[in-house]
């Protein structure tokens, strides 16, 4: 999917950044995440289970290229 955002002469570099940036949210997200499963029960693996359907909203809505038959 990224080759189809960038130029390939940038490439690398939106690779490398998007990686950066990965491995910076994974640290950050950590000790939220293992704090709210301390809490126990049913209601932490709710809200964690919630999380993905949150961020799909939070993605526009993009239609076909081209029209009928792309």
């Given at each position: 999917?990224?080759?189809?955002?960038?130029?390939?002469?940038?490439?690398?570099?939106?690779?490398?950044?998007?990686?950066?940036?990965?491995?910076?949210?994974?640290?950050?997200?950590?000790?939220?995440?293992?704090a709210?499963?301390?809490?126990?029960?049913?209601?932490?693996?709710?809200?964690?289970?919630?999380?993905?359907?949150?961020?799909?909203?939070?993605?526009?809505?993009?239609?076909?290229?081209?029209?009928?038959?792309?």
């Amino acid at each position: 999917m990224l080759p189809d955002l960038v130029d390939h002469r940038h490439l690398g570099l939106f690779t490398g950044a998007l990686s950066s940036l990965s491995g910076l949210a994974v640290l950050a997200a950590g000790a939220p995440v293992g704090a709210l499963l301390d809490l126990g029960g049913p209601l932490p693996w709710l809200l964690l289970g919630a999380l993905p359907l949150l961020a799909l909203g939070a993605v526009p809505a993009t239609g076909p290229k081209g029209g009928a038959g792309g």
